[in-house]
């Protein structure tokens, strides 16, 4: 989650909790992650007795007014009834610990006998207001965005002239990725090449990809309607008062991998029909307020909305439609290889996860589903552990992938083979510890792809979802490329009326994109001056960000003039070199090139309660971020063979925390209620 903050980052943040409350949140503070430590510290520190928000905040009486105790003890409730949880790993104590030290031998007994447990996935108590147009504006996203990351993933000149050179350079990551792309899919290598990449070249592609939105200040100011906001904050300083504001729906990233939470926020999405129906007395002045602030600052009325709009919490359809596309591939394979479909062989789908996961339910409901509702089985395996031949072969012979007799065979039977692999992990250089030079996990991505089953994603897939690509594909013209209009299609001889719908395409997803701007060697004069505004003094406007998924390494803030200033010369009239008149002359050096510097964004705010570990954490402004999953399943040619709207996931984070990944330890699962 990338957003603007209302306060600067030494201001008191607006939470409300009665003091008692409070004070146990400052207490659980050391066993949460650092950011949610920082928020409880700052909750007990800025809530007094009392049980108001301070300052007038946003919600301040609906919440006062709330039962706490009865909403999050059903809350809780349902998390453990439904698997609304996260698993939760028992360390071994400390090589230092003494044996009369009661605590550890506590822990080494219950590490032995239980070294797993589970607890309520972080949430949000209550829904969060959302624009019922522009929910159903991110929800017909999928498909189009779907479309760009397959005919990305094969136009390999694009994904050369865009990740290589300085960017490669400057990021070995992505520059190993794009290696292995090009040996395997590219053009230039020869019989060798060509002889590698075979069967990967005949393989289907599959993708579940995910679109995170929110929604933004426009410049422009007209009339509200529910996709219209007034100012709760009333300007920076947080005050009342203030002029209405438009607000419209941007892009802040596409996650072509690991695109998780499916599975939780499905389950979250039940809580919170069942909290607000159940519950819809106590609950509904808090949830009135929240859509009076992104619906012009008026309370909710039912009679705004119109006849055939959506209100509510929607139903999430993502454990439903993911599990649907991969047994879409799975069957592909099986029409497309007969003699693998044979007795004990039979193939299964490869989930590719992480040592020491704790995001393991929200895996396993993927998994359950997959097999309740389609007959396929799963087995799970790392990086590592894929690529060692005795758990993992590729045959050089047919392309077939096998799950090995032992350890990962199903049921403890023979040697499986792989219709699809599915990637829940491989997204970070972390996830592959044994190093770029013929590292083990390297060698186990490598063979993956190298087979005949789809993969989720391939590799192209995978770099179509990189940071300098989604800026790259901002640039006018860019996604015509991959889109073109009726005209450039008459030219080539071709129909009209395709034509007519990529053009419109092109201007659904061009209309929510954010300002996107190099820091590489193709750095445009737009590019610079966005450079110049942030070290001007203007560095609040973005956010700098790497060729990284998963939170915690953005730049904000004085953080982010600093990053940049210390990576680039200026020849200035000046010689003051904190600041960039407009006549300045910049020289970016190499190390930005793995940055792209992104528009900041500015959602409305809204109160929220936030549980972590089925306590409650605190209450206060909270800003949200959309997720839309899309499946797509395409043959070798390019040809779609399903392509669909998977569902969705909104995370909720207190309104001065920067980052926002779940897992990371950022934000917490929510959903939208409708209006």
Known sequence: MTAGRRYPTSSPVRFSLVGAVAAAAAAAAASFP????????????????????????????????????????????????????????????????????????????????????????????????????????????????????????????????????????????????????????????????????????????????????MLNEASTSASASCGDSSNNSGGADGGGGGGRKKYELKQVEL???????AGLASNAAGMHRYLTSRFSDEAGDFLRENAGAVAGGTSHDDDDIPEDG?????????????????NVAHERYLERFPDSAEGARSPAVLFVVQE?????????????????????????????????????????????????????????????????????AGYAPTDYPDGYDDGIEWRGREKIER?????CPNLGYHLAGTKKVQQELARPGALERFFPSSSSKDEEGGGGVDGEGEEEKVKAMRGAFAGLYSLGSDAAASDLDAVRDALGGGDGRYVLKPQREGGGYNYYGKDLAEKIRSNVNIDDDTDDSSSSSSSSVIALGKNLAEFILMERLFPPRQTAVLLRGGKVEGAGDSISELGCFGTIVADKEGRT???EYGGWILRTKFENVDEGGVASGFATLSSPYLC
């Open 310 to 326: 959506e209100i509510g919490v929607p139903e999430n359809p993502a454990l439903v439609r993911l599990p649907r596309a991969m």
């Open 255 to 261: 996650n072509t991998i690991a695109a998780s939470f």
């Open 34 to 213: 650092l950011p949610f430590a920082s928020a409880l510290a700052m909750t007990a520190s800025s809530s007094g007795g009392g049980g108001g928000l301070p300052g007038g905040g946003a919600g301040g009486s609906a919440l006062s007014s709330l039962p706490l105790d009865l909403l999050s003890s059903h809350a809780n409730a349902y998390a453990a009834a439904h698997g609304l949880q996260i698993e939760t790993k028992k360390l071994p104590p400390p090589a230092s610990a003494s044996d009369d030290d009661e605590d550890a031998i506590g822990a080494s007994s219950s590490l032995s006998s239980s070294p797993s447990s589970y607890q309520s996935a972080p949430v949000s108590l209550l829904p969060n207001a959302y624009p019922s147009e522009m929910f159903a504006r991110a929800r017909s996203l999928a498909v189009p965005f779907n479309e760009l990351v397959d005919r990305i993933s094969r136009d390999g000149p694009f994904l050369r002239e865009t990740l290589g050179g300085d960017v490669s350079d400057a990021d070995r990551f992505t520059g190993k990725l794009l290696e292995l792309y090009e040996g395997i899919y590219g053009d230039d290598d020869g019989a060798d090449a060509e002889e590698r990449g075979k069967f990967a070249r005949g393989a289907d592609r599959m993708g579940i990809q995910r679109s995170d939105y």
């Open 641 to 643: 063979v399903c392509n």
């Open 356 to 424: 020491g996961e704790t995001n393991t339910v929200d895996q396993r409901m993927i998994e359950f589903a997959l097999w309740e509702n389609h007959g396929v089985p799963v087995v799970r395996m790392s990086l590592t552990a894929a690529g060692d031949d005795a758990h993992l072969r590729l045959d050089e012979d047919t392309g077939a992938l096998y799950v090995q007799e032992g350890k990962y065979s199903p049921n403890g039977g023979g040697r499986k083979e792989v219709s699809l692999v599915y990637y829940r």
């Open 451 to 455: 087979g005949r089953c789809a993969k």
